[in-house]
Every structure is written in C-alpha cells, then in structure tokens.
T-cell receptor
Framework: EPEVTQTPSHQVTQMGQEVILRCVPI?????FYWYRQILGQKVEFLVS????????KSEIFDDQFSVERPDGSNFTLKIRSTKLEDSAMYFC????????????FGPGTRLTVL | AQSVTQPDIHITVSEGASLELRCNYS??????LFWYVQSPGQGLQLLLK??????LVQGIKGFEAEFKRSQSSFNLRKPSVHWSDAAEYFC???????????FGTGTSLTVIP
C-alpha cells in the first residue's frame, strides 16, 4: 500500500540554524500538508499546498517557515532560523484531491532544537 | 471558529471491556469528522471518517463512531477492547474544502489485562 514517507526520522539542530524536513507524498496525490505536534500537545495544522502554491496556512506558519515542492516527488518544510520552541514532531500528509478524500499521514520527523 | 474538544485526557479500561471516547466539535457548516490513532513513535492512522449519510460509521479494528448533530458530538466506540488498542486517539474536524484539519488534544488509552 502506498504511504507517505518522511526523512529524517530525527533531526537535532542548534538554535538559529536552518533545517529542511523532507516528505515524499503518495504519488498522484494533489494536496500536501504539514502539521506539528509539540510533545504532549495536540496536532496543529501549519500549511496546505496545492498546485505549487500555498492554499491555506495557520498563524503558526510565519515568515520563518517555507514550503516547496522542488521536484515531482518531494515536499519540503524549511525553518529558517530555528528556535527552542520549534522542537516538535512534524508530520507531512497528502490527499488525492476531493475534499472528502482521506489525508494520509507520514510517520513524522522529530525536531530537537538545542 | 472550528474547534474540537476531547474532554477525557486519559482513560483506562480492562481488556475485553467496552470503550467510548468522547469528541465534541464546533463548526458552522456540515462537518467532516475523523478519528485517528497514534501509537508511540508512529504517525497518525485513520480509524474512520464521516462526511454524510448514515450517522453510524464503521472503521478499522472494530471501531465505530456515531455522529450526533444535535449534540455536536462524534464519539468513538468499541465493544471489546484489546491490549493492542492502547494508544493515543485524536478526533479531528476538517473544513469543507478538506484543506484544514483541526485536531483535539487527544485521549490516551491504557488497557489493563
């Protein structure tokens, strides 16, 4: 069964450094998402992406965040200058196309900012 | 604004007992509702979803949920819990574009032998 993959599984970085989290959505899916989950808290929506542009974003998704689909398969989340509070699990998701389609989540990347 | 409330932070049940996890939502239009399960160190797995039609929906692993519009609820149930059901359970509501998901804070389920 196709699945969303994410790399790396765990990323450790120093405060102020840039990180890029990578995701490979399920092929032929059209919508892509990033979520984050701070330890012990709920999963929070960051951004949705369709047709090579951001379709919706939350208040969390400020100027330090950016997303890109650099080729036909990868979907990346860049955090320009990491802060301690960016430490969280980041989940990528994709869905085929219809609003009623299920979002399929990847296993997540745990980001630790020191 | 859209929101999801899961009033039970942690629930403990005995193996073989029945289970009900509560979820209340706030959304102005007809909601798209979901239950996901998250095992430790894993991603989110869809258990079931509701968009329209029959208000009782069946999911994987023997789970079911009932949509009650009058109560703005979408509670998850299972008649007989297995030890492998121990996990974190998240209720979510999606906007009718399907583009934004709002998750509850989750309910942690412990199953005792």
């Amino acid at each position: 069964e196709p699945e969303v993959t994410q790399t790396p599984s765990h990323q450790v970085t120093q405060m102020g450094q840039e990180v890029i989290l990578r995701c490979v959505p399920i092929s032929n899916h059209l919508y892509f998402y990033w979520y984050r989950q701070i330890l012990g808290q709920k999963v929070e929506f960051l951004v949705s992406f369709y047709n090579n542009e951001i379709s919706e974003k939350s208040e969390i998704f400020d100027d330090q965040f950016s997303v890109e689909r650099p080729d036909g398969s990868n979907f990346t989340l860049k955090i320009r200058s990491t802060k301690l509070e960016d430490s969280a699990m980041y989940f990528c998701a994709s869905r085929p196309g219809l609003p009623t389609d299920t979002q399929y989540f990847g296993p997540g990347t745990r980001l630790t900012v020191l | 604004a859209q929101s999801v409330t899961q009033p039970d932070i942690h629930i403990t049940v005995s193996e073989g007992a029945s289970l009900e996890l509560r979820c209340n939502y706030s959304y102005g239009a007809t909601p798209y509702l979901f239950w996901y399960v998250q095992s430790p160190g894993q991603g989110l797995q869809l258990l079931l979803k509701y968009f329209s039609g029959d208000t009782l929906v069946q999911g994987i692993k023997g789970f079911e949920a009932e949509f009650k519009r009058s109560q703005s609820s979408f509670n998850l149930r299972k008649p007989s819990v297995h030890w492998s059901d121990a996990a974190e359970y998240f209720c979510a509501v999606a906007t009718n574009t399907g583009n934004q998901f709002y998750f509850g804070t989750g309910t942690s389920l412990t199953v005792i032998p």
